[in-house]
């Protein structure tokens, strides 16, 4: 059997594109390494994506999913794509549970959390190292953590960090952020956070769990040991690209034009994992519609 699009990716990219898709009447499929949601699952609180003044990620994922399923879009989970072969009128999407051929793709794989590369981190993760603040905050309750990073997802997580720890450290290696600017004014005005500019971190040290970290000012070289409980790291993102050809920046990040068209005919992208100066869920919703349509124009150009 031959689907009309297979879609790699089940973040609010890819389950828009398969409304769009199934609206278009096309036999699509969308895989998904894990579960269909994307990373909005792990976030507590979205405040900027418009119609919902205040959704959890997780209730706005089911809300896409569900929307895609009621168009009848054919979902499968937990199936990891190792390549995609273009056969030129076809391509066969390889995964680790079968190849499945198609006439289209659209890759909308999103991104990974960066690791921090610094001393310790590996050795810690679950104990004390985590890049999720949804997931592991909980086990902070009334504990001193660190983040590190100045973007938003460092600034939202210390700020959902404040519900739980008694304070909240973010350790940032310039000493102006990179955050929305309402996102910084919300951790400036809450009690529970210090900043700590210009600083990085060189080593997570603890016993069984962190117990502190080893801090150096960049701009004076001093190092100087902070006691905490945790570290939650958030230093950029990678692109879930590995798998495919086609052309992308030097960070891993698919190149694209305004139809979401990739070097490669017939394979689109669409994104957190495509160029684009913004990630943003709103941003990633009209990838996915745009992906979509210019998937179906291409199909009918057959
Ligand atoms: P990001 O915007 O790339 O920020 C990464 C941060 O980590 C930067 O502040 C960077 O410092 C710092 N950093 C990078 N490498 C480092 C290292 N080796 N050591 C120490 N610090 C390091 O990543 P993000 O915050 O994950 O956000 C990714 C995208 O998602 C962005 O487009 C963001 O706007 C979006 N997002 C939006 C929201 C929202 O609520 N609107 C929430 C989450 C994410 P420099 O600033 O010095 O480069």
């Not at 949601?37 to 003044?53: A, C, H, K, S, V």
Request: proline share 2%.
């Amino acid at each position: 059997m031959v689907y009309d699009i297979v879609i790699i990716g089940g973040g609010p990219a890819g389950l828009t594109a398969g409304i769009y898709a199934r609206r278009a009447m096309l036999n699509t499929l969308l895989i998904e390494k894990v579960g269909v949601g994307g990373q909005i699952i792990i976030t507590d609180l979205i405040e900027n994506y418009p119609g919902f003044l205040e959704i959890s990620g997780g209730e706005l994922a089911r809300k896409f999913e569900e929307h895609a399923l009621k168009f009848g879009l054919e979902t499968k989970g937990m199936i990891d794509v190792t390549c995609i072969e273009d056969r030129g009128k076809t391509k066969l999407v390889r995964t680790t549970e079968g190849d499945f051929e198609t006439k289209a793709v659209i890759i909308a794989t999103g991104t990974t959390p960066r690791k921090l590369g610094a001393r310790g981190e590996l050795n810690y993760i679950g104990r004390g190292v985590s890049y999720c603040a949804t997931c592991d905050g909980f086990f902070f309750r009334d504990k001193v953590v660190a983040v590190v990073g100045g973007g938003d997802s460092a600034i939202t997580e210390a700020i959902y960090l404040t519900k739980m720890a008694k304070k909240v450290y973010i350790i940032h290696r310039r000493d102006r952020l990179r955050a929305e600017k309402i996102n910084q004014e919300h951790a400036i005005a809450n009690p529970k956070i210090s900043f700590i500019w210009d600083s990085v971190i060189e080593e997570i040290a603890g016993n069984k769990t962190v117990e502190k970290v080893i801090i150096r000012n960049v701009k004076t070289n001093e190092l100087s040991e902070m006691k905490t409980d945790g570290v939650f790291i958030y230093v950029g993102l990678i692109p879930n690209t590995g798998f495919t050809d086609v052309e992308k920046d030097i960070g891993g990040f698919i190149i694209v034009n305004n139809k979401m068209e990739t070097s490669i005919r017939g394979i689109f992208a669409a994104g957190d994992c495509r160029v684009t100066p913004l990630r943003q869920i709103a941003t990633a919703v009209g990838d996915g519609a745009i992906a979509s349509v210019s998937a179906e124009r291409y199909i009918d150009g057959l």
